[in-house]
């Protein structure tokens, strides 16, 4: 969204200040919801509201985490062609004390979960850290920037896992770093395509060449390793394996012919095909692991 032509009124700073959560990110924390799918847990009420409670405190973190990298970022933002519309610190729709204070809000919010369910928090904290080390250091470093993007996602599978005190396959941990590394070398690679190097600093080190490798190799990964995990934990889920395929099919489709890979956020959103084949395979994870009675 522009937010450049919002007027400076309290109504067009909320909004800003929504913005800045990038609330439309949390569909990623969806993957808190895996382990809850796979073990068949969804209808006992405690496993479901554990769950929710997860999901919602690492939509919190991860909120609070693009709020420290906005401010990280804020002088590049600015220079850049569409972050600087896009992102309401760069675009001075919220200023840099109002920033600050939503930051406090949602620690202590967090400092609340602690009390609440400090095993999930636990893994939330470590969520945050590895974060902090990332905006300040790490996404400057090459091949490191996408596998600790990519953790973060393993991170919401086992934060899921310790909402509802199960453990997690082994093939699910890496199908999920797979899938992630996936979606992130798509991400740098329509970044180079569409602003070079100017998009960030780490992309001086980056070819669409390696990129396109790393992508296909961590696709493969997922595929092969969904594949392993299904035949030896839920044989009767195999019929979800063309759907994880259509999907990885039609995401490079939609990233590199539609143009929307540089946010895979913005390619689900858009594209109808890809929220159906999700909508899918949900239903039927759903109805195959539905509990039965006896």
Same mark, same amino acid.
């Given at each position: 969204?522009?937010?450049?032509?919002?007027?400076?009124?309290?109504?067009?700073?909320?909004?800003?200040?929504?913005?800045?959560?990038?609330?439309?990110?949390?569909?990623?924390?969806?993957?808190?919801?895996?382990?809850?799918?796979?073990?068949?847990?969804?209808?006992?009420?405690?496993?479901?509201?554990?769950?929710?409670?997860?999901?919602?405190?690492?939509?919190?973190?991860?909120?609070?985490?693009?709020?420290?990298?906005?401010?990280?970022?804020?002088?590049?933002?600015?220079?850049?062609?569409?972050? !600087?519309? %896009?992102?309401? =610190?760069?675009?001075?729709?919220?200023? /840099?004390?109002? &920033?600050?204070?939503? #930051? @406090?809000?949602?620690?202590?919010?967090?400092?609340?979960?602690?009390?609440?369910?400090?095993?999930?928090?636990?893994?939330?904290?470590?969520?945050?850290?590895?974060?902090?080390?990332?905006?300040?250091?790490?996404?400057?470093?090459?091949?490191?920037?996408?596998?600790?993007?990519?953790?973060?996602?393993?991170?919401?599978?086992?934060?899921?896992?310790?909402?509802?005190?199960?453990?997690?396959?082994?093939?699910?941990?890496?199908?999920?770093?797979?899938?992630?590394?996936?979606?992130?070398?798509?991400?740098?690679?329509?970044?180079?395509?569409?602003?070079?190097?100017?998009?960030?600093?780490?992309?001086?080190?980056?070819?669409?060449?390696?990129?396109?490798?790393?992508?296909?190799? !961590?696709? %493969?990964?997922? =595929?092969?390793?969904?594949?392993?995990? /299904?035949?030896? &934990?839920?044989?009767? #889920? @195999?019929?979800?394996?063309?759907?994880?395929?259509?999907?990885?099919?039609?995401?490079?489709?939609?990233?590199?012919?539609?143009?929307?890979?540089?946010?895979?956020?913005?390619?689900?959103?858009?594209?109808?095909?890809?929220?159906?084949?999700?909508?899918?395979?949900?239903?039927?994870?759903?109805?195959?692991?539905?509990?039965?009675?006896?």
């Amino acid at each position: 969204m522009d937010v450049t032509n919002l007027k400076l009124s309290p109504l067009a700073r909320l909004w800003g200040a929504i913005v800045l959560m990038r609330p439309k990110h949390w569909i990623k924390n969806s993957f808190v919801l895996a382990p809850l799918i796979f073990t068949g847990e969804f209808l006992n009420t405690d496993a479901v509201g554990s769950t929710l409670l997860a999901t919602l405190l690492f939509c919190l973190a991860s909120s609070s985490s693009y709020i420290v990298n906005d401010l990280h970022d804020i002088e590049d933002d600015r220079r850049h062609p569409k972050k !600087s519309k %896009t992102r309401p =610190l760069a675009a001075r729709i919220i200023s /840099v004390p109002m &920033a600050f204070t939503l #930051l @406090v809000v949602l620690y202590g919010t967090l400092v609340w979960g602690w009390f609440v369910t400090p095993s999930v928090m636990l893994v939330i904290t470590c969520y945050l850290l590895l974060n902090f080390a990332y905006t300040f250091v790490l996404k400057y470093q090459p091949v490191v920037d996408i596998f600790i993007v990519s953790i973060g996602f393993v991170l919401r599978i086992y934060a899921g896992g310790m909402a509802i005190s199960t453990e997690i396959s082994g093939w699910m941990f890496i199908t999920t770093l797979c899938l992630a590394i996936f979606l992130a070398a798509i991400k740098r690679r329509q970044e180079l395509i569409e602003n070079g190097a100017n998009a960030r600093k780490v992309l001086e080190k980056y070819s669409v060449s390696l990129v396109d490798r790393y992508a296909q190799m !961590s696709a %493969t990964g997922a =595929l092969v390793f969904y594949s392993m995990f /299904v035949m030896s &934990a839920k044989p009767q #889920l @195999v019929i979800t394996v063309p759907l994880v395929l259509f999907g990885l099919f039609r995401y490079w489709y939609v990233a590199e012919e539609l143009d929307e890979g540089e946010s895979p956020t913005d390619a689900l959103f858009s594209d109808w095909q890809l929220q159906l084949i999700v909508a899918l395979w949900v239903a039927v994870c759903v109805w195959i692991l539905w509990p039965t009675q006896g």
